[in-house]
């Protein structure tokens, strides 16, 4: 069983009764921004507010998916950890090339250096200026995850080495996976390359499914090799309805993959509450989208798989 890492230490499963498996608390400002301004927040106290509702609301821990090098803020996290008393576990890895600075590191780091600074970041503490530079000098906070994403330009030379770097870092640690899945892209061919590579299936976790891959029968493919598969276009009235979201839920535990699905947000300025009054708030699963689940058939006891006891299982066993 392995140990889960927050940015204020270690956790215990029992201390695990609410998770969201994929949100954004903080992003500095910076190339994020200019791409879209809602992937800027800065503001730990507006940040801490929103996690202290969810707190109140009965969530005891979310995963922050902002990777080192763009713009993660990890002592910006763990201030609002002990501020909220929300555990959080924070990100390495790599995100989508658009949100990086030409200039950046991450073009031009070897496969080899990439490793060791995500092994780092997951065993010592995360770098203190992995912004600009890998200083190896690192901070009292560790991350307990790697975030990863495919793009539509799926396995180029360039996105390769990257989930190479990234796979080989899993398995020399055992820490999990995540990976946001774009659409358009090919999460399939991304999941025969890394088992190819040794991944093990149970330590990866493919995000956004739900709004990046239409064909459930995709889902199904990826869920009978073992993968869990994170939801979270909820409150997300653009793409569907959260009926519509609770359908997907309600139609893959009936397939019998109840013990793989999680769910989230996937938070930005735009629908945190702190930021953004009209914002559906870090609190709406809590409060609003799990009686529609119940609604729509999904028992207490599948609920809290999917909010608990799966997120216990992917990041420990």
């Not at 995963?63 to 555990?87: N, T």
């Not at 889902?219 to 793409?239: N, Q």
């Amino acid at each position: 069983m392995r140990e889960m890492i927050s940015v204020t230490g270690k956790i215990e499963p029992s201390d695990i009764r609410f998770c969201q498996f994929h949100e954004h608390l903080l992003i500095r400002k910076g190339k994020s921004y200019q791409v879209h301004p809602a992937l800027w927040m800065e503001d730990v106290d507006a940040s801490a507010r929103e996690a202290a509702g969810y707190k109140r609301a009965g969530g005891t821990t979310l995963i922050d998916a902002q990777p080192g090098g763009c713009g993660r803020m990890a002592e910006g996290l763990a201030e609002i950890a002990k501020a909220s008393g929300v555990h959080i576990i924070c990100s390495t890895g790599f995100h989508k090339m658009q949100f990086y600075p030409e200039e950046h590191w991450i073009f031009r780091t070897g496969e080899k250096e990439l490793e060791e600074f995500f092994v780092r970041e997951l065993t010592e503490g995360v770098d203190r200026h992995c912004e600009t530079v890998i200083s190896g000098e690192t901070g009292e906070q560790k991350a307990g995850i790697i975030k990863c994403a495919l793009d539509t330009e799926n396995l180029s030379l360039q996105y390769k080495r990257l989930f190479r770097s990234c796979a080989r870092a899993s398995i020399n640690t055992g820490r999990s996976m995540m990976v946001h899945i774009e659409k358009g892209s090919d999460p399939v061919l991304l999941l025969e390359y890394l088992l190819n590579l040794g991944m093990n299936p149970k330590h990866l976790v493919f995000c956004h499914m739900d709004r990046a891959i239409e064909d459930l029968n995709i889902h199904r493919k990826i869920l009978k090799a073992g993968v869990y598969l994170e939801f979270d276009t909820i409150g997300r009235y653009k793409y569907h309805s959260d009926e519509q979201e609770a359908s997907i839920f309600r139609t893959l535990i009936d397939d019998g993959y109840e013990d793989q699905l999680l769910f989230s947000l996937d938070t930005t300025r735009e629908r945190l509450k702190s930021y953004n009054p009209k914002g559906v708030g870090l609190d709406y699963i809590l409060n609003t989208f799990i009686e529609t689940m119940k609604r729509s058939g999904i028992t207490k006891t599948q609920i809290e798989k999917i909010s608990r006891q799966n997120c216990i299982r992917v990041l420990t066993y």
